[in-house]
Each structure stands twice: as structure tokens, then as C-alpha cells.
């Protein structure tokens, strides 16, 4: 299902802030990740965070439709961040780019790791930073080795 | 010469075909992926066939985009943008002309080959649809019935391959051994393609 977690509130100064988009095979997982990430993302000025996972149908998979709604309902104009799990999902919002009227102007795929891409780009994307920011701070999540 | 009328004949018997052989497609989908490709090209063919009929698009391009659009709105697997890509891309590049002639057809759907191949990041060998359809664009400037068995063919040869992308590509050495189900639905598109064109 397509869910607008958070809806985002009005930075300190009115600043825009950039949407995240978060787009699983599950519908649960895509929730659950938004769920973590405005969560960690703390208590005060939040981004709009929407999740995008499942067929739409109840199953697994990915719907075009949900990731386009999604992506819709966090843009506030300063620019969309869209993060996916894999296969399908990836290749479904590469191709909705590619359409060119699908999404909003400045959605970007982030190439992050799905859950830690998404706290980093949620909590920058709360502070204030712009989508090339964001972008940043999520990719970098990749360079975060556990052990 | 290829007109609209041509290009939805070709969709409506890819969706036919698709239709026959879904449980094959799901069948060769179980052992090496999540056994839903048949299935899911089922939605997206039956929903192309639904549309063409209803909006009626008037140029072979128009047809293409509008069949691969909705291939990517309804499949909800990577069949779906992949194929998607495909047609649109393909539809894209043939522009709005009434008519195309099949040299002209045989470029524009190299184009949209190169497409996949670009979104999908997959190359020959790869045991992917790519298998089937690359050699079926190149067999295509000799006649239709030519880029059939080329797709067959192509098809057919990815069994001893070891998959390379996709979800099929996590089962290593596994992989090898079972014919690719992508590959094959290519080669029932393009069967399909051949059929129309009365080869």
C-alpha cells in the first residue's frame, strides 16, 4: 500500500524539505522501514516520508501506481528522494524516470542500502539539507561497514 | 509496409500466446525464480489487449507506447518495466508515422533492445530475455520467420547458462540447467510478431 507516513512539517524558516519515497516488494517492510526511519529521525521538524511496497494487491511485489501516488504526496517542490529494495522495484522507477510525466520533476533514485539509506536520508531530508544532500547522505550509507 | 492495425494484431496474439503458455513461463519461473512470470505477463498482456481496444491508437509508435505503459503499470514484477521498455522505447523510436516498412521496424526495436539492455544492465549470456531478443534483431533484417527461430534458438541456449542477473543469479551454479523464462516469453513475443506478419 501506498502510506504518506508522515506528511512533513514546515521547516523553522518555511524551507521546502525534500520527500522521501520508499519503495519494498512488501508492503509491511516499506511501512515498517518509513516507520524506523521518522522515528530515528527524532522529534522535531520531520520530512515527508511515504511507503510504496507491494503489489497493491496484497501481495508481494511493485505497483507503479503506488510508487507514483507516493511520490506525489511527499513532493513539497524541493525535490523527491525514491529508495528501493531491489529487482523489480528498481527497475520500476527507473522506467517510471525514463516516462518523463510519471513522477514529480527532481524525483531521484538513490543507490543506498534500503534501511540505512533511509534513516540517513529521512533525518537530512528532516534537517533541511536539499535532495543532493540527501542523495549524499544516503548513498554514503554503503561506506558504513558493520564489522 | 506495417501499419497500427499490424502492431495491435501483434499485441493481441502476443497476449494470446501468453495466455497458452502462462503456466509453462511460471513452470520454468519456479526452480530459478519466484514462479510468477507467467502469471504476471498474463496481467500485462490481457490489460494491453484491454486498452488497445478501448483507445484505439492510430500509429504503430502510438500503439508500442501505450503498450509498453501499461505493461509497466500493471505486471508489479520486472517483466514489467523490462518489457515495458521494450515496446515503449521500440514505439518511441518508430515516431508517428501511418506506416513503417520492416527495416525500419528491425531499428527501432534494436532500439528498444539497447533500452532493456541499458535499465536492466544486462549483456548476451546473461541467461536474460536479451538471449532470445538480440539475436532475433539481428535475423530481423532477413524476414520474421528468421528472427522466430533466432529467438527459439536464443531461448533454447540459455539452459546450459548460469544466470548472471536478477533473482535467478543468487542460485550460482544452480541456475544452470533450467531454460530462462524471460528469454522465453521473448521468444513468444517475437513468435507472435512472426505469426502476424504471416510467416
Known amino acids: 500500500m501506498s502510506d504518506l507516513v508522515n506528511a512533513g512539517t514546515a521547516g523553522g524558516d518555511g524551507g521546502k524539505l525534500v520527500g522521501v519515497v520508499l519503495v519494498s516488494h512488501s508492503a509491511a517492510v516499506a511501512a515498517s522501514v518509513a516507520e524506523l ?15 510504496a511496497g507491494g503489489d497493491g494487491d496484497g501481495g508481494l511485489g511493485t505497483s507503479s501506481e503506488l510508487i507514483s501516488a507516493a511520490a506525489a504526496a511527499v513532493d513539497r517542490g524541493a525535490g523527491v528522494a525514491v529508495l528501493t529494495d531491489l529487482g523489480s522495484a528498481v527497475l520500476t522507477v527507473k522506467a517510471l ?15 543506498a542500502p534500503f534501511v540505512e539509506g ?5 533525518v537530512t531530508a528532516s534537517a ?20 | 509496409m506495417l501499419d497500427a492495425d499490424f502492431f495491435r494484431r501483434w499485441m493481441t496474439a502476443t497476449a494470446v500466446s501468453v495466455e497458452h503458455e502462462a503456466e509453462r513461463l511460471t513452470a520454468l519461473d519456479s526452480p530459478i525464480g519466484d514462479a510468477d512470470h507467467g502469471s504476471n505477463l498474463q496481467r500485462g498482456f490481457r490489460a494491453v489487449a484491454t486498452v488497445l481496444e478501448k483507445d484505439e491508437p492510430g500509429t504503430p509508435g502510438a500503439v508500442l507506447t501505450l503498450a509498453g505503459r501499461q505493461l509497466i503499470s500493471t505486471v508489479g514484477g520486472a517483466s514489467g518495466p523490462l518489457y515495458g521498455t521494450l515496446l515503449r522505447r521500440t514505439g518511441k523510436a518508430l515516431g508517428d508515422a501511418a506506416e513503417v516498412d520492416e527495416q525500419e521496424f528491425a531499428q527501432a526495436l534494436r532500439t528498444g533492445v539497447d533500452a532493456v539492455m541499458q535499465l536492466g544492465g544486462a549483456a548476451p549470456g546473461d541467461k536474460t530475455m536479451i538471449d532470445a531478443l538480440l539475436p532475433a534483431v539481428d535475423a530481423l533484417g532477413q524476414s520474421f520467420a528468421a528472427a522466430r527461430s533466432a529467438a527459439e534458438e536464443g531461448a533454447q541456449a540459455t539452459t546450459p547458462l548460469q544466470a548472471r542477473k536478477g533473482r535467478a543469479s543468487y542460485l550460482g551454479e544452480r541456475s544452470i540447467g533450467h531454460q ?4 522465453t516469453s521473448s521468444a513468444l513475443l517475437i513468435a507472435a510478431l512472426a505469426e502476424t506478419a504471416g510467416e
Open chain 1, 118 to 122: 533511509a534513516v540517513a536520508a529521512v
Open chain 2, 180 to 183: 530462462d523464462p524471460g528469454a
Open chain 1, 37 to 51: 526511519a521518522t522515528g530515528l529521525a527524532g522529534g522535531g521538524t520531520l520530512a515527508p516520508v511515504a511507503a
Open chain 1, 97 to 111: 524516470l525514463a516516462e518523463g510525466d510519471e513522477l514529480p520533476p527532481d524525483t531521484r533514485l538513490v543507490d
Open chain 1, 128 to 147: 533541511g539539507a536539499d535532495l543532493a544532500a540527501v542523495e549524499a547522505a544516503a548513498a554514503e550509507a554503503y561506506t558504513y561497514r558493520k564489522v
